[in-house]
């Protein structure tokens, strides 16, 4: 089998290699052989291992070895399943005592500070997690690239003059450089599957709505969804088994279709296309990959209409008095979603419930739907244009205004560069994420 577009393991294991802060890779399992004090140490030590100026893009706050030690001594105590795994935070989640930051200057000093842990971090810490520090992201959520002019773009750990997505840019960057096994994450547009992507990471994408995500710092709430990133596929197993219910058992295995979107550069054509034989997946028939252009066409426009309008009425009271304090990109993001016609709104929604029907009737024929998660290899700063942003969320956008579940998958291009992968499922289910990911280990 040619397996170009996804390494064997042993490739695998060098280029993660090269990723780690440390020489040597460390798994859930590794950390969770540690003693409580042997992991407050090496998380200390992974996290003070950073480059300076990328600690300060990479974290809104970091753990003190002391702090780590008493939560690693709690979590010993707690059997949970995740007992001793560090991760990271996105800064939109609340933990109690700390302001959230959102990637902001200014949102601590318009809301007050969470009195009680968010919901998820009560999961986390029940299930035995270990806060780590809570990650930088672009600006309030909204940007697919993890520039940041507050507090500096984070870069991919190592491609250096790249970047490393967004807008969950933070929480990948931290796994992807080896400071943490697990990291949270938000994906609105694309904020967990493109950094993935671009990280050569795992990523899992919930749906809206989801209790994890209710109490945490919106961007917009229709579309708004938690998840998280692994370094490698049995991380992300363990994972989904720990966090997601046991799903509904399964009477034969998944009948996966990729599609042939278009609009993709030709090396990640070819290596999406290779792990699509790997996985046993179908091509897609011309006539879904036909009604699929025709239907989302228009689906990137539509979903930022609907966007940035619930983006400026979770800004609205002080998207003006505090305007010279956005990222001037963000703001005008922001600012637009006041901006649109009744008759704009209007046909978003009508263009929204296409989309939804579309993916209705392709889940008849299908038990998962996959496609390119991005269109190019991880970008250079400069490649960072409104032209690149269109092109991602043609990509990324059919599956938010449906509101889908994902599971990304990393593909490996030239110069050490990756893309992804995005299995769509019509519902959130353990057991179909599982088969995903333990076809993707026989590798």
Not at 95 to 115: C, H, M, Q, W, Y
Not at 295 to 313: H, K, W
Not at 324 to 347: K, L, M, S
Not at 388 to 405: E, K, N
Request: aromatic share 8%.
């Amino acid at each position: 089998m040619d397996r170009v577009g996804l390494p064997a393991r042993g490739d695998l294991r060098r280029r993660r290699a090269a990723l780690l802060v440390s020489s040597s890779e460390m798994r859930f399992e590794d950390w969770q052989g540690m003693s409580p004090a042997a992991a407050a140490r090496e998380l200390a030590r992974r996290i003070h291992s950073l480059d300076t100026k990328q600690r300060r893009a990479f974290f809104a706050s970091s753990a003190s070895e002391a702090e780590s030690l008493a939560r690693f001594e709690e979590a010993a105590r707690s059997g949970g399943r995740l007992a001793g795994v560090p991760y990271g935070l996105k800064d939109l989640f609340a933990v109690k005592g700390e302001a959230i930051g959102a990637g902001s200057n200014f949102l601590r000093e318009e809301r007050a500070t969470p009195d009680r842990d968010g919901t998820l971090v009560e999961v986390l810490r029940k299930v035995g997690a270990v806060c780590a520090g809570r990650a930088h992201l672009h600006e309030f959520a909204y940007g697919l690239t993890g520039e940041n002019p507050h507090f500096g773009d984070v870069e991919h750990p190592r491609l250096p003059g790249r970047l490393a997505g967004g807008s969950s840019s933070g929480s990948a960057a931290l796994v992807a450089a080896g400071v943490v096994p697990l990291a949270i994450g938000t994906d609105t547009g694309g904020s967990i599957r493109v950094p993935a992507a671009y990280c050569g990471l795992f990523g899992l994408r919930l749906t809206p709505r989801h209790p994890w995500i209710e109490d945490a710092f919106p961007l917009a709430p229709s579309f708004d969804t938690p998840g998280w990133f692994t370094s490698t596929a049995s991380d992300m197993r363990r994972a989904v088994a720990a966090l997601l219910p046991p799903g509904t058992p399964m009477t034969r295995g998944i009948r996966g279709g990729f599609l042939d979107v278009g609009g993709v550069d030709e090396d990640v054509h070819r290596a999406c296309e290779n792990l699509r034989a790997g996985l046993g997946f179908e091509r897609a028939g011309s006539s879904l990959n036909d009604s699929w252009s025709t239907t989302m066409r228009e689906a990137g426009r539509a979903f930022s209409v609907v966007q940035s309008s619930e983006a400026s009425l979770v800004h609205s009271a002080w998207l003006e008095r505090r305007r010279t304090d956005y990222d001037p990109a963000v703001w005008a993001r922001i600012d637009r979603g006041r901006r649109w016609t009744t008759a704009e709104r209007e046909w978003a929604r009508f263009a929204a419930e296409s989309v939804e029907r579309w993916w209705a009737a392709a889940f008849q024929e299908f038990d998962c739907l996959a496609l390119p998660a991005v269109p190019a290899p991880t970008p250079r700063k400069c490649d960072a244009s409104s032209e690149l942003r269109d092109r991602i969320l043609a990509l990324t956008a059919p599956v938010s205004l449906a509101g889908l579940p994902v599971l990304s998958v990393p593909v490996s291009l030239a110069e050490g560069t990756t893309a992804g992968v995005q299995f769509v499922f019509p519902c959130v289910d353990s057991r179909r994420f599982d088969e995903i990911l333990a076809r993707v280990e026989e590798f």
